[in-house]
């Protein structure tokens, strides 16, 4: 069983940045984002690789970037020129198939990002 904890939420202005991080208690070969819209299905942002691969949703690479310290099981979401419907519960979620199946075995709690003018 893998723990996973999220921090780093809270609100940002429109075109503002937030910086997330994902800890696992334990050993995962991947780690994942998804964000849930207030009424909406939880959606994929990135799918991040002990080896460095990514895997990511086309809204967002450009804006935001991904990094890991395997030795510490954490990696991090820095999202920049945050949008209105960037506002949700972000979750990471680990050991899992591709971004878009939402299929993974461990989830984390989620945390709240509201972005406003």
């Known amino acids: 069983q893998v723990r996973l904890v999220e921090s780093g939420g809270g609100s940002v202005q429109i075109g503002g940045s937030l910086r997330l991080a994902c800890v696992a208690s334990?050993?995962?070969?991947?780690v994942a984002w998804f964000r849930q819209a207030p009424g909406k299905e939880r959606e994929g942002i990135v799918n991040i690789n002990r080896s460095g691969s990514r895997e990511w949703d086309d809204s967002v690479k450009d804006r935001f970037t991904t990094s890991q310290d395997n030795s510490k099981n954490t990696v991090w979401l820095e999202m920049n020129s945050m949008k209105p419907e960037g506002t949700g519960i972000y979750y990471c979620?680990?050991?899992?198939?591709?971004?878009?199946?939402?299929?993974?075995?461990?989830w984390g709690q989620g945390t709240q990002i509201t972005v406003s003018s």
């Open positions: 334990g050993y995962t070969y991947n």
């Open positions: 979620a680990a050991n899992g198939a591709r971004l878009r199946s939402r299929s993974f075995d461990y």
